[in-house]
């Protein structure tokens, strides 16, 4: 069995897809997190919209861990796909409302993703996936073991934006029309002499 495959479409939140996010130490990673709409009344356990994902972390921990009665399990084992609502309920900073009804897929990757549109053609644009907008992942599961931590991973490798979707966050695309108006007072009369 692969360990790779195509995501169901969803929210694309914190997307790191055109360059990478440089973390504390030093290291850098490509990046998305992936909300995908849970099914209502279903749990973790039994939301067919996930359920391949499920299988995808199994195979991958299995791969690593055959022992089933040795595997880790439970907190002693990190997984990419957790549950929104519990982030959107602990969230004390305003940054994981979106993702309360979905469940999230965190993917990264140390290479950066090939990221295109609806006809498979390169996005150039980097303003066309944006934290809101639809896509869909083609990644890949696979487990580690560091002295750290123990966990499976996603490893992202295609996106591709499936649509437009509600801006998340409050972060505002301007364009230089706007950035005139709101520095208009400073740039009149001022010149390189005045700094």
Sequence with gaps: MSNSMNTPEGIASFPWVFEPKTFADGSKKYQLTLLIKKTPGKTMDNDPVIAEIRAKIEAAAAAK????KTRPRGSKLRLPLTDGDIAAEEDTKGLY???AGHWALATNETRQPVVVDRQCKAI???NQVYPGCIVRLHVDFFAYDTDKAKGVSCGLKYVQKRGDGTRLGTSVVASEEQAASVFAEDAVGAGSDDI
Excluded: F, I
């Excluded at 861990?65 to 089933?68: F, L, T, V």
């Design 97 to 99: 409302g979106a993702y």
């Design 65 to 68: 861990w055959p022992d089933a």
């Design 124 to 126: 150039l644009d980097r």
